[in-house]
């Protein structure tokens, strides 16, 4: 689980992108999280990605 995010600062009213890459090359559910901490009034958030990786032969049946 990789994170990229601008290092500038984010000033009071901006906002900005954090963009998490998964290696997908294990088949199977996951559950990630990462950590945002910052010097905001909430100094500390968890953020949390699920997903579940298929295989590219794996034909979905309706």
Same mark, same amino acid.
């Given at each position: ?5 601008? %290092?500038?600062?984010? $000033? ?16 199977? %559910? ?16 968890? $953020?949390?990605? %699920? ?10 049946? %309706?």
């Amino acid at each position: 689980t990789v994170p990229y995010y601008s %290092k500038a600062a984010i $000033l009071p009213g901006e906002s900005s992108m954090i963009n998490i890459k998964y290696a997908t090359n294990r088949i199977g %559910k996951f559950s990630k999280s990462i950590t945002i901490i910052s010097n905001a009034s909430e100094p500390q958030k968890r $953020l949390r990605i %699920k997903g579940n990786v298929i295989s590219k032969n794996t034909v979905a049946v %309706k």
